[in-house]
């Protein structure tokens, strides 16, 4: 008698922490930054973090099951510093005006010197603050474009 009531309070007590985690992991993906308010994309949200849940999950299990894409990782991750250790040796060339890039065919270093790019500077008010936006003069973009960009007023 006792044994059945034990194992109907397990499978209640198993329901309940399995909905808790459920709750916990959906959380952002139902409601609007911790608010009762709800999203108009429930739906796509929920799909959008079991792919990215199923693809991590995969690439570990694969990881965790198969040394030889572990060793591919590490060569490419070795290959990879090879690279870049190269180019510290090569010169940077100027691409335009502030602008310097070097390349090995196989990596690419590039190089913004700020100081030496002429540019128009924006301020405007962005959720109460107020924040200035550098923009190269040749740059083919619009107040009005920008303000659009970063919701500004």
């Known amino acids: 008698m006792i044994i059945p009531k034990l194992k109907q ?6 329901v309940l922490v399995l909905a808790f985690f459920i709750a916990s992991a ?3 993906e139902v409601f609007i930054r911790n608010t009762p308010v709800l999203r ?3 739906i796509g949200n929920i799909a959008l973090k079991i ?5 991590s999950f995969t690439r570990s299990l ?3 099951l198969k040394p030889q894409v572990r060793q591919a ?12 250790e190269a180019l510290a040796t090569l010169p940077f060339k100027q691409v335009s005006k502030g602008t310097y890039a070097k390349t090995n065919g196989t990596a690419t270093i590039t190089l913004v010197k700020l100081g030496e790019i002429e540019v128009m500077e924006y301020t405007f008010v962005i959720n109460g603050e107020t924040v200035k936006i550098h923009v190269p003069k040749d740059a083919n973009i619009t107040e009005a474009q920008l303000r659009e960009q970063y919701g500004a007023k």
């Open 26 to 28: 959906f959380n952002s």
């Open 51 to 55: 792919n990215s849940t199923r693809s």
């Open 62 to 64: 694969a990881l965790l």
């Open 40 to 42: 108009s994309n429930i």
């Open 73 to 84: 990782n590490q060569l490419a991750k070795e290959q990879g510093k090879k690279a870049i």
């Open 9 to 14: 309070y397990l499978k209640i007590f198993a």
